[in-house]
């Protein structure tokens, strides 16, 4: 009788015999993954954050010593600035997000081809500017699109700030306390309105108006070519959202951050109920600023609070964290 013969070393038997003694890997809830993703999103966020400003440090102090050259570097953003051959003294309200001096009158501004930029000035007034957009400033409030596309928005009303004024081939757009994105696509200009209401002057002194929720395009001559109701987020918010500024948390409270968030993404925010709401007020959040894409930062900020939303279209509903449904084995 022969003896029985041990596996070769090669042999996958041994292996088998483990893995089916160990049984199947138990997967972690889709929660504590996404979890653990903006954990580490934030962490090298905040990293990245802190390399920036390192690198404006060091870049500020060169330009101190004279050794730099008088070159514009803006951290987080590609823009280059081509300076009007006729020296003037005289500038915009607007300045870069970020940037020590303002846009002066007859300066053109570039986007670069990977990420767009942000204009700021007082009254929180913002403007967007898109990739391979470009906008010149023809008077302190007076902004030419002469390319791509741009987003306006302030939280003040006209009596708060001095009106922006937008030129394009198209005509002159002028605003009442109003969230709204301007496209050049062609021969046509799109205007879409979050919030508010636009007026738009063609160059033969055509007048059309957008309220909020709509948005047409207009040919050449000033004439609707369409006019259709669009949601105040989603698809066609997609660029404006990526331009988002980053969201500061510390300190502040959850229902302050909610607020800005839903304010940011154009849609309405409600609770479940009066606990849930006063929850809100009650927790107070800490950490870096978060500059995660616009869907990911609710649940970034509500991870660990344990509330939830529930997003419908323009309306983000907060409730009550539902138990987890434990998988059957």
Known sequence: MSEPQAPEADSPEPLLRLLGAVGRRIEPPEETRVAVYLAARLAWDETQRQRRQRRMKWIGLAAAAGVAAL????????????????????????????????????????????????????????????????????????????????YFETAATPREHKALTFETPFGRVTHLGTRYALAMQGDALAVQVRDGRVRITSPSGRISEVEAGWRIVLDAAGQERQRVAVARSGELWNWVD?????????????????????????????????DVRRDARRIRLNGPFIE??????????LVTTGLEAVEDGDRIMIRRRLPARSTPS
Do not use: C, K
Request: net charge neutral.
């Open 71 to 150: 070159t514009w570097s803006v951290a987080g953003y590609f823009a280059s600035w081509r300076e009007s051959s006729a020296p003037l003294a005289a500038e915009s309200t607007l300045r870069l997000a970020g940037g020590a001096r303002a846009l002066r009158i007859g300066e053109r501004l570039d986007a670069g081809a990977d990420r767009g930029l942000t204009l700021e000035a007082e009254g929180g007034i913002r403007v967007r500017l898109d990739r391979r957009s470009r906008v010149l400033a023809r008077a302190s409030d007076v902004l030419a699109l002469e390319s791509g596309r741009l």
């Open 292 to 301: 995660l894409p616009m869907g990911d930062r609710l649940f970034a900020v």
């Open 242 to 274: 990526a331009l988002a500024p980053p969201l500061p948390v510390d300190g502040r409270t959850l229902f302050d951050v909610l607020e800005e968030i839903a304010w940011q993404s154009g849609r309405r925010l409600e609770y479940a109920n009066e």
